[in-house]
């Protein structure tokens, strides 16, 4: 990746002027639901912004479909904005008033051009791409992209990430933003909800879902190994039991020959899919765990699908093995543990106590629609924007 960035330099060509240029990797891709919600909203809001990707990471999604296609995809859902989506060109020089990434790598990776460009830039640093705690690599590439006297602001939606930078010197707390939790796709979701059916009033079935997109095998560092033994363990005991898997799993995966019927996959899935699957789940199992993808890789808390599992009125069950979490456990969610005896011990308190999970899916839905509206999400990264764009702090 960084040598196809590199090749620009030796290149010239036409120059491309904008207030704010946004650049990625995989948008317009709709498997990135979050990318597509904030950066939609960016484009929706600033008249004068531009998203510019290479479109390389597209394999990591499990295809291999090119930025015309993808981009093609995109332009039907959202035709108004997606004439400002374009593929990044590398005979182009891009003059702009703001640059605006999202995740380590992609900071590395055009820091260089934006330096030759002399655009001043923010980085969104969400957990993963690139970013890892006490990591050697990701030390140096954060150091590279912080020592950049372009640098304006750095947007982290953690807290151990806030003090992760502050403690560690790489940049001072007035660099530093933080806005917990991450843009979800909430409007949409919210739009095309269903009425939810509740076991055993309107359904037979106690419905289980694990949904994660899979960076390794069997997908440990998002604790589908984990689900799948918990899986095993609740069905001896639990005939009225189904379990569901969204995301590129499938049987070879892990062995679920036992499970028969009562494990279903659906594969990796966009946004429009999840409001009428959402609508049949009971609860979302999330048995994630820390510094198994990568020495000091972690997710976000809660992971993506848990938001967006939360948002559409399912009862949340998760680890927090950093303790991260903000919400009131027990009520708004439940933190699980990594063992799946104990998990599968969880689960099988509220199957007994069915009133208990609806009143936290409730109170969890209400509690994730205000953490994750766009009033507090989007409505500050908007600010900090226009601040650095009109302000002349730029």
Known sequence: MLDFIMKI???????????????????????????????????????????????????????????????????????????????????????????????????????????????PFVLELYPGGGFQLDDEVSDQKLRRVTASPFLRKIIVTQKISYDYLINNSFCQSGRVELIFGGVSPQEQLLRGLLPRKHYPVDKQSFDICFVAHKYMPQGRDKGYDAFVETAHMLAASHPEMCFHVVGPFGPDDLPVMDLGDRIRFYGSRTTDFFPGFYGGMDMIVSPNVPFVLRPGAFDGFPTGACVEAALCGVAVFCCDELGLNPFVADKELVIIPREPAEIARTISHYIDHPEQLYNISQLGQQRFKDVFSYRKQIEPRIKLLENLLYAGTC
């Open 9 to 119: 330099f030796k290149k010239k060509g036409r120059s491309l002027n904008h207030d704010l240029v946004i650049l990625d990797d995989v948008f317009p891709h709709l498997l990135s639901a979050f990318r597509i919600s904030e950066y939609n909203s960016l484009l929706q809001h600033f008249s004068g912004a531009y998203i510019y990707s290479t479109g390389i990471t597209f394999t990591t999604l499990g295809e291999g479909r090119d930025f015309k296609a993808v981009h093609a995809d995109y332009s039907q859902l959202y035709p108004e904005i997606s004439d400002r989506v374009k593929f990044f060109d590398s005979r182009a020089r891009t003059s702009a008033r703001l640059c605006y990434l999202m995740f380590l790598n992609n900071a590395y990776q055009f820091i260089d051009y934006i330096e030759q460009c002399k655009m």
